[in-house]
């Protein structure tokens, strides 16, 4: 921001991870930790939506049956964007660079030192894509295909299941699922025209 100064709030992204969607798919939690004496919540995201459990509504997007879906690798970007691994759920990224801007303070001044008290409503994280990596395109069943053995690999043997990534500054983010491999992908937001991926392929062939 030109006229607060370059990284003028310095934030901190916690992220639980869970091994059970019995009751959750784990919150990303912002931090404001400008000042690390001082540290408060600003924002919280979660997975979008919700799902059906026994016949009821459940309040977070979960499928029974195997699938864990919980926040576990990520990294940052430019612009307040980061990128996360969710295991099952695949890769999302999200948007915190607006979230000062966006928070509901109780006198309607931002007040730092007051804190977490002094907010009236949390800023939303904004949710900015998710890609899913889908394995081998010769595979329909990658525990058959691919010879895992479903009852000695936990919850690893369903594609995707995103373990971790990293954000290259020239504007792609490195996927490792854990069953298939490695995937290179690029969100919109990121694309810079210095740095065109090379082809995979000729075309000519």
Known sequence: DPSKGVNWRHYTYIAPEYGTNANHTGYIWTIDTTDPEKPFLVSKWKLPGTSIKDGEEHPHHYIPGGYIYSPHNGDTAANGMVYWTHYHAGV?????????????????????????????????????????????????????????????????????????????????????????????????????PRFEYPPLWDDDL
Not at 155 to 181: K, N
């Open 92 to 192: 999302w990224a999200t948007d915190h660079g607006k979230i000062w801007d966006e928070l509901v303070w109780k006198n309607g001044v931002a007040d730092p030192e007051l804190g977490f008290q002094g907010i009236e409503e949390l800023a939303p994280t904004h949710t900015i894509g998710y890609y899913l990596p889908a394995g081998p395109e010769w595979s329909d069943n990658a525990s058959e295909d691919m010879g895992y053995d479903m009852a000695d690999c936990w919850a690893s043997c369903m594609i995707p299941f995103d373990w971790g990534l990293q954000f290259d500054p020239r504007g792609f983010v490195f996927i490792s699922e854990m069953v298939s491999g490695v995937y290179v992908v690029q969100f919109d937001e990121d694309i810079d």
